[in-house]
């Protein structure tokens, strides 16, 4: 049951509502003349009104019927004058941070385009400050009308004993959590080998949440859909963002999961995806009701300039997917993902006043949005505007280097035997995946060192850690930017180390200690210059601006990047997974390269009995 | 979350399902080469297997992928040769006492027709036995597979003030119920006039329900389905097995409710609500998520001779309903309605193994059915056999009259100045119908005495309180029944006192003291004959004999009321209806008529000003 997202339980209201249904109290407000989507019974029902009271529905009037009995003379009358009103929307998993502001900053950006509720999983803060960092993020949410329903963690660090982070969660710390009142379920087990091992860490925190009755998010990222996907679901998991490919999602759905469509800045699945529900071969009378809608991670320039997931309901229907249904991916099929809803997710007496005007039902633009009953944003534009959040210092302080970095720091050591060039490892990388290639290329090797190429497109790589000061990096290398410079980044996905990848190291050290002084953020830099800099103070992923102030900075550096060679979309994105040792399938963390595949460590250079691909398909 | 009727909890078997599925550890049970009804996607998959262990589903092998890697030599290997496997069916709203032997009787009855849960109120029980009467019920379901899921009677009496039970029910009472393991609701709320009026005693009942996070089951009987049935769902009532008609099923659904099609052995709505769904009329495209099948009342007649769900099924797809949706509304959509998805009502994997092999999706015919992993009917017969419960002494000994009953104790004075015939208030009532009409007509005076006119099939009826001895009784009439005799019955919904109909005085005084004498149950006279006897010594509800002893004798029962004259289907459930004032329009209870759509008594004498109808239609 869902104790704080609601302005009254319904136990602690239904008599006022009761009363205001049959006209003998007045409503506090009433929408007039809208065309409803009745996500209940895929309908779309023209003149209906609607009434409410602390903050719920008490009075539904479909046509004949109107709520003029539950107009006194306080209520606020809203004619629609024809337009859709429909539950307002809700991303069932999905990462504040990558919106680089915190809770109520990414309130203020998103609430205008209809989104009222967001599952998210705040796993990028806790891995640099832990539970604490995670409790000021929910404490900054009670100041906005968003529901902030957090997912407590599951996975930090990502992967045990391949990286460093600031902070870790285990199954006792799951379990207080389960007790915290905006908690709703726990966040996406990244950790399948350890499900698949039936290990104690992550089947104890699943344990947890199922004890609380709570729901357990996933994250199954790998093609196999038989023994490992059943294991995976044996475990408790019963959702799941990571499908690749539409036979993921009807495996996923065939095993009773819910599949949550993802649509991201940078990860968009969705013309690959929708096939699986309105491709030329899906199966017409396919059962929708375990399919959502979901934005995982969408970057502030994503959400100022294109929306959030109106967006992606717009892509959804020019996909060929219904309207009706793609509504109910983003209200009911998402409530009932959490077994919330009673509360949530429709439009009808007793729930909460959630819900959207919508101009049409291909563009979904929304013209007005509605929170527990209250009027939140209109035109775009958000009604609430709390003060900046008073991060504690602990927060906005978390460039722990162990060493003083230098171009010497970025030198990498070639072997006494080497000749004019070594076969070293490269994370293949390409925008739009969350995939890396492991790819064996030459480097050059001068002075003793092995250097980038970057004709090639070749480029050095190194991850330091950066929350306990013990001076742990390592180096590999990167193919897919394309870029002449530096780009450093703290947000560095999961442990969030100082991430550097350059063509030169006297401009990697210069990217990495311009981070180091603002406390985080993205820089750029090329030839002794800094082209562009985000500022992310607050754990060196989220700044203190708006979304629409980060939005031109990160827009200011997509140029930069783009001046500087790079043709991908989203380059900041992708490059900050290049760490990211849970997905295949190689990566570098601060101990150096990880198989993604096999979990092991694997080194810099190629051994010649390794048998990876050697050309760059 | 459901804590009782599963073998093992998902938390303290997923380690071992993780090791079934990958082949690590064998499972208990596989069954092969099923063709899957698949509840999720709304398919039916071909050679699917099944691994099963803890008494879940480990392992779904979708072809072509096989579950041999499961199997030990240990491992009970079931081949279903191609045999339609759907997941057990669920019954969301019942009565077990309706089928007049306790909850090991109901289950070894209806086990074999597929029915592996039932959501139950026993408020027949509650009425006469209180909560303790119903913990002893609760005590002997847990002797058998089935899933007995207790929803707390929430109306004892159903209606306060005009009726006198043998035990009452408040919100406090609720309260510590929901504590109970078994329990996961509350039992249907037929008091929606207190709803409507926002009454403390119906709302507390719900709102000690809610705040516990489970649902309110409803009964919303009447056809105003705009400001009263918004008000009734306001209170939090969240599904409804009393429609009447195909628009109460699309406004109950529209309004976010689940709507529980019901098709008991005397309410036979069925093929009046499909059309809703499956008419000509009816939209396509409409949500069936939240439609469910229900039986409310079944007799042990219909149960033994026709089954259970299983007939229910084949009912709404001879009615048009799609076969797999129609599967739908007794696994998965009834799950969700009572938020129990994560552990019920459908066949995936962690999901508790609960399943029938059906012969064809037409006929529905169960030739296994399967409970927590294990087999426990086949081929019509339950494979399981307890000991007749020992009810204790308080349950079977429960007719306690206040007067000693003769011929002239059913003697209705005439007022003095009354001619040869007054006009009186009758209850039309007809079969398969819960509804009564309110009659005026006239009833012959004789020697100063109100007299039963059989030539216009106009009987007596009397009800008598029988629980704490106070000797108060109310007499009225009744058209419908047609029989010269007389017949009594202490099944009398829902304070299930002693109703006695008939034409004659000393038949009706031989039929009372006849059921007095064997602890209740009911019984047919005539001419100074017991022509027929059902004993029902359990609260004078229930027998202790088997489901098949029950309705031979409930059998030979309704060849006696045809012998007597009555052309009715089941006319013993519709009698036993005469006393229910929760439905309209006219019944009588203990205490008097009541008009139940005003609710206040009337007299038996109809003024010169009632403008009721007064002829037989």
């Known amino acids: 049951m869902l104790t704080a997202p609601c302005k009254a339980q319904l136990w602690e209201c239904n008599k006022t509502l009761i009363d205001v249904a049959q006209g003998r109290t007045p409503a506090d407000v009433v929408i007039r003349h809208a065309t409803l989507v009745n996500v209940c019974t895929h309908e779309v029902l023209p003149q209906t009104d609607i009434a409410i009271a602390e903050g719920r529905v008490a009075y539904l009037g479909l046509a004949p019927h109107t709520a003029e009995h539950c107009i006194g003379p306080d209520t606020q009358v809203i004619d629609a004058a024809g337009a859709y009103v429909a539950p307002g929307f809700l991303d069932g998993h999905m990462h504040v941070e990558s919106s680089m502001v915190g809770v109520a900053e990414f309130a203020r950006a998103v609430v205008p385009h209809g989104t009222v509720g967001v599952f998210y999983d705040p796993h990028e803060c806790a891995n640099v400050c832990g539970l604490d960092g ?31 982070t600031g902070s870790a969660i285990g199954p006792d710390d799951a379990a207080k959590t389960m007790r915290w009142d905006s908690v709703v379920g726990l966040g996406e087990m990244m950790n399948y080998p350890g499900v698949l091992a039936a290990d104690d860490h992550p089947l104890g925190e699943i344990d947890e949440t199922l004890r609380r009755g709570y729901r357990v998010t996933g994250h199954y990222s790998v093609p196999e859909v038989d023994q490992g996907l059943n294991a995976y679901i044996d475990s408790g998991v019963s959702c799941c963002h990571e499908s690749a490919r539409p036979e993921d999602v009807i495996a996923k759905l065939r095993l009773g999961m819910y599949v949550q469509l993802r649509e991201g800045s940078a990860w968009n699945n969705l013309a690959t995806l929708a096939p699986a529900i309105s491709g030329p071969d899906a199966d017409p009378t396919l059962d929708t009701r375990h399919c959502c809608l979901v934005t995982d991670d969408d970057h502030p320039a994503t959400i100022v300039h294109h929306g959030h997931l109106d967006q992606v309901l717009a892509l959804a229907v020019s996909l060929g997917i219904d309207a009706v249904t793609a509504i109910q991916m983003v209200t009911i099929n998402t409530a009932s993902c959490f077994d919330l809803e009673a509360d949530l997710g429709s439009i009808a007496p007793g729930k909460c006043a959630d819900l959207v005007f919508l101009d049409d039902l291909t563009s979904f633009h929304v013209s007005l949005t509605m929170v527990d009953g209250d009027v939140v944003a209109k035109d775009g534009a958000a009604l609430f505007s709390p003060e900046p959040f008073a991060y504690p210092a602990w927060m906005t302080h978390t460039m722990h280097l162990g060493e003083r970095i230098s171009a010497a720091t970025f030198a990498i050591p070639a072997p006494e035997e080497a000749g004019a060039s070594v076969r070293v490892r490269a994370m293949g990388m390409s925008a739009g995946s969350t995939l890396t290639r492991e790819l064996h290329l030459d480097a050059p090797v001068r002075d003793g060192h092995i250097e980038a190429d970057p004709t090639n497109d070749l480029l050095k790589v190194l991850v330091f850690e950066r929350h306990h000061a013990t001076g742990t990096h390592a180096a590999g290398f990167v193919h897919g930017f394309g870029i002449h410079g530096a780009l450093a980044q703290t947000v560095a996905h999961d ?25 985080g953020g993205e820089v750029a830099v090329a030839d002794g210059h800094v082209l562009g800099l985000v500022e992310l103070p607050v754990c060196g992923l989220m700044s203190q601006g708006s979304a629409a102030e980060v939005a031109d900075q990160v827009s200011h550096m997509e140029q930069v990047w ?32 990880v198989d993604c595949t096999t979990y092991r460590f694997v080194p810099l250079l190629v051994d010649e009995k390794d048998t990876a691909p050697d050309t760059i398909a």
């Open 495 to 519: 442990a969030h180390n100082l991430l550097v990848m350059g063509d030169n190291d006297a401009d990697m050290a210069l990217a990495a200690t311009t981070l180091e002084n603002c406390g």
């Open 562 to 593: 783009r001046d500087m060679g790079c043709t991908m979309n989203s380059p900041f994105m992708t490059l900050g997974l290049a760490s990211l040792a849970c997905i295949p399938e190689l990566r570098l963390t601060d101990r150096g390269y």
């Open 134 to 164: 995670v409790r000021q993020m929910a404490l900054d949410a009670t100041r906005v009308p968003l529901k902030a329903m957090l997912t407590t963690p599951s996975c930090v660090p990502a992967v045990p004993g391949f990286e460093d």
